[in-house]
């Protein structure tokens, strides 16, 4: 059964930095593109970033230059690094893997976690 658990989330204030976590077990993510999408209060969930099996990244723009997305594979783990952040990165945070292997850039991410609360405060 595939499982995705994030966490890092919390409370900080804006220009802080938080370091989200997504732990993957159930198959060999490694081979798979990875993402973390984020859906804030009466907004619908977007994309934030997203790494390829080979660690190709891609973001939003909005998030460019002070979000990372990386992988450690001998973990099964994939990171955000989200620094300078503002109020509007205010929502929860969602982990997700691509089902099909080795496919990039992926826009079907099928398998997610629960999320975590990342919350700036002015």
């Known amino acids: 059964q595939v499982q995705l658990v994030e966490s890092g989330g919390g409370l900080v204030q804006a220009g802080g930095s938080l370091k989200l976590s997504c732990a993957a077990s159930?198959?060999?993510?490694?081979?798979?593109?990875m993402a973390w999408f984020r859906q804030a209060p009466g907004k619908e969930r977007e994309f934030v970033a997203a790494?390829?099996?080979?660690?190709?990244?891609f973001y939003r723009d909005s998030v460019k230059g002070r979000f990372t997305v990386s992988r450690d594979k001998t973990k099964s783990t994939v990171y955000l690094q989200m620094n300078s952040l503002k109020p509007e990165d205010t929502a929860v945070y969602y982990c997700?893997?691509?089902?099909?292997?080795?496919?990039?850039?992926?826009?079907?991410?099928?398998?997610w976690g629960q999320g975590t609360q990342v919350t700036v405060s002015s």
């Open positions: 159930g198959r060999t993510f490694s081979n798979y593109a």
């Open positions: 790494i390829s099996w080979s660690h190709m990244t």
């Open positions: 997700a893997a691509d089902r099909v292997p080795f496919r990039w850039p992926s826009h079907e991410y099928d398998d």
